[in-house]
């Protein structure tokens, strides 16, 4: 097993560091608040170790688990620390009010992500379309990834894999902005149609 970095220590790095730690990774935590990325690391026991904010991470794939609205200051801090990693941005940049995403016409949050990282780094949208509390529950899930880069493709369906999800791959990072349009519709659907966020998306094939 590997070390997987998360920068962030909110609800949803939580649930996928509980994940990570299930499945016998080690996890860094990494948060511009130290005692909340303690906290976690003590919450998920399993040997998670805390890391020094805008230093090089430990793991060679980085999840970025914050809002993103602050996504990319965060990833301008870290700069040449991100070289050579594999980054999955986990984001939804959906409007306070839901009404749309925040992100310029024909690009996405991944998109706009990748464009502050240096150039051998490699982003990985994923995780966006499942809750926080769904991912916590330990069932298998499928989960849909795009990138642009075929090796960074590979090691996160590897990885995906290994916390006993179902990794479905969607095509180039330009279709982060059609799984950003579904996370914002699994929350539209979990506050009207569904009527619970207890849901999750499955594609059943055959």
Same mark, same amino acid.
């Not at 948060?31 to 909340?36: F, T, V």
């Not at 006993?164 to 009207?192: C, F, Q, W, Y």
């Given at each position: 097993?590997?070390?997987?970095?998360?920068? +962030?220590?909110g609800?949803?790095?939580?649930? !996928?560091?509980?994940?990570?730690?299930?499945?016998?990774?080690? !996890?860094? $935590?990494?948060?511009?608040?130290?005692? @909340?990325?303690?906290?976690?690391? /003590?919450?998920?026991?399993?040997?998670?170790?805390?890391?020094?904010? *805008?230093?090089?991470?430990?793991?060679?794939? $980085?999840?970025?688990? !914050?809002?993103? +609205?602050?996504? =990319?200051?965060?990833?301008?801090?870290?700069?040449? =620390?991100?070289?050579?990693?594999?980054?999955i941005?986990?984001? #939804?940049?959906?409007?306070p /009010?839901?009404?749309?995403?925040?992100?310029?016409?024909?690009?996405?949050?991944?998109?706009e992500?990748?464009?502050?990282?240096? %150039?051998?780094?490699? $982003? &990985?949208?994923?995780? #966006?379309? &499942?809750?926080?509390? !769904?991912?916590? @529950?330990?069932?298998?899930? /499928? *989960?849909?990834? =795009?990138?642009?880069?075929?090796?960074a493709? *590979?090691? &996160?369906?590897?990885?995906?894999?290994?916390?006993?999800?179902?990794?479905? /791959?969607?095509?180039?990072?330009?279709?982060?902005?059609?799984?950003?349009?579904?996370?914002?519709?699994?929350?539209?659907?979990?506050? #009207?149609?569904?009527?619970?966020?207890?849901? %999750?998306?499955?594609?059943?094939?055959g």
């Amino acid at each position: 097993m590997s070390t997987i970095s998360i920068i +962030g220590a909110g609800g949803m790095a939580t649930a !996928v560091a509980g994940r990570i730690a299930k499945a016998g990774h080690t !996890v860094e $935590v990494l948060s511009r608040d130290p005692a @909340k990325a303690r906290a976690l690391a /003590d919450k998920l026991s399993a040997g998670a170790t805390t890391g020094t904010y *805008a230093a090089a991470p430990t793991g060679d794939i $980085v999840i970025l688990a !914050v809002p993103y +609205g602050s996504a =990319a200051a965060v990833v301008a801090d870290y700069g040449d =620390a991100l070289e050579g990693k594999v980054i999955i941005d986990i984001t #939804n940049p959906v409007a306070p /009010d839901l009404s749309g995403l925040v992100t310029p016409h024909g690009s996405s949050g991944a998109q706009e992500i990748a464009k502050g990282l240096p %150039a051998t780094a490699h $982003v &990985v949208k994923a995780f #966006n379309t &499942v809750f926080g509390h !769904v991912l916590a @529950k330990n069932g298998r899930l /499928d *989960a849909f990834i =795009a990138a642009d880069d075929a090796e960074a493709k *590979a090691r &996160v369906s590897t990885f995906i894999e290994s916390l006993g999800l179902r990794p479905l /791959d969607v095509g180039g990072l330009h279709m982060a902005s059609t799984l950003e349009a579904l996370g914002l519709m699994m929350i539209g659907l979990a506050k #009207n149609g569904a009527g619970t966020w207890d849901i %999750a998306l499955n594609v059943e094939i055959g």
